[in-house]
């Protein structure tokens, strides 16, 4: 079974903190995604990458940094974690040609809690 | 640019009810559309998807007809359980531009009671 896993489904972390949450998927896909969910909000696109040490910026990707060094992980960084940085947050990915079939695959949900 | 609409929630519904919750959207292009189903505490799954006009996808139980002439994807059931209860996103992807990319609704939650 396909799969896109995240390390951790809860996490707490002080204000201040450096914070990696980290995302890998076993289906060779190109496309890599990192969305945060809340309340009321949906879902808003904060970095997403196309290949190998590509990146691009999403809707909010104000406080956030993203790494991929390697195809299948793709990792989001908090540079000094904020208490409105507590959300959920969701990786995804996809086929480069075939998302228009497809759509995306997600993972389970990092909950992060600023404190 | 593109965007999907879908009313608003919470739904709450009886089991065995019916259910119909809207999505609407608007997309340059001809879109492939999906629905997707997220679970308390888990990430989003895919339901169904429809790529081209009149296609209707299904699964579960659930089933969505894709309309172009009202730029519509509604989700419908005819018996839900309490099983069911849960938020659901309607999607779209673009066949052209940002090609690799969904467009989400904001989300329905539903929420069915015994």
């Known amino acids: 079974d396909v799969k896109v896993t995240q390390s951790s489904r809860y996490l707490v972390k002080r204000t201040g903190e450096k914070v990696f949450l980290e995302c890998v998927q076993d289906m060779d896909h190109e496309n890599m995604f990192w969305y945060r969910q809340d309340p009321g909000l949906g879902l808003r696109l904060i970095y997403f990458s196309y290949d190998v040490k590509m990146k691009e910026k999403g809707d909010i990707p104000e406080g956030y940094s993203v790494s991929r060094e390697k195809k299948e992980r793709f990792s989001l960084i908090l540079e000094s974690a904020s208490t409105n940085q507590t959300s959920m947050y969701l990786c995804?990915?996809?086929?480069?040609?075939?998302?228009?079939?497809?759509?995306?695959?997600f993972g389970s949900g990092t909950r992060l809690t600023v404190v | 640019g593109d965007s999907v609409t879908q009313m608003e929630g919470p739904v709450t519904l009886s089991e065995e009810a019916c259910l119909t919750i809207n999505c609407t959207y608007t997309a340059t292009g001809y879109p492939s559309l999906f629905w997707y189903v997220q679970y308390p505490g888990e990430g989003l799954q895919l339901l169904l998807k429809a790529t081209k006009a009149d296609d209707k996808g299904s699964n579960k139980g659930f089933e969505a007809t894709y309309r172009k002439e009202t730029t519509s994807f509604h989700l419908e059931k005819g018996s839900v359980q309490v099983s069911d209860s849960a938020v659901y996103f309607c999607?779209?992807?673009?066949?052209?531009?940002?090609?690799?990319?969904?467009?989400f609704g904001t989300g329905t939650r539903l929420q069915v009671t015994l």
């Open positions: 995804a990915s996809s086929l480069h040609r075939d998302t228009y079939n497809y759509g995306y695959t």
């Open positions: 999607a779209l992807s673009a066949r052209t531009g940002t090609a690799s990319k969904l467009t």
